[in-house]
């Protein structure tokens, strides 16, 4: 055990929002609510690239950080879920994780006529 575990106790990693969690705290989005996104991600990440493609099918912008090319979109990350795991879609700052996730709210976001 580190010193510093010893006197701040265990590192405590925030827990990235469950999707359904996520969704009952952020609620489906609709025209009149826009929503501050950002996808953190790398083009070689299989996963990834199924976020793009969706994002791409869907008709939706999203700034998307590139977390091997930027050190800060990678420190941000890590701030963000306590790892380096992408994708990452951050929704009004709440992180969504796991692209079969990603990909289903952002078919909701759609649905509900919100375009970014």
């Not at 701040?8 to 489906?28: C, D, I, K």
Request: with cysteine; hydrophobic share 35%; net charge positive.
């Amino acid at each position: 055990m580190s010193i510093l575990s010893r006197l701040f106790g265990p590192r405590q990693r925030p827990t990235p929002a469950e999707p359904a969690e996520l969704s009952r705290r952020l609620g489906v989005p609709s025209p009149d609510q826009p929503r501050s996104l950002a996808l953190y991600a790398y083009d070689t990440c299989p996963y990834c690239r199924r976020v793009y493609q969706a994002l791409q099918g869907l008709g939706i912008e999203v700034p998307v950080r590139n977390t091997r090319h930027d050190t800060l979109a990678a420190q941000e990350l890590r701030a963000l879920t306590g790892g380096s795991q992408v994708p990452c879609l951050v929704i009004d700052g709440q992180p969504l994780l796991e692209s079969a996730d990603i990909i289903a709210w952002l078919e909701s976001y759609k649905a509900n006529g919100s375009s970014r």
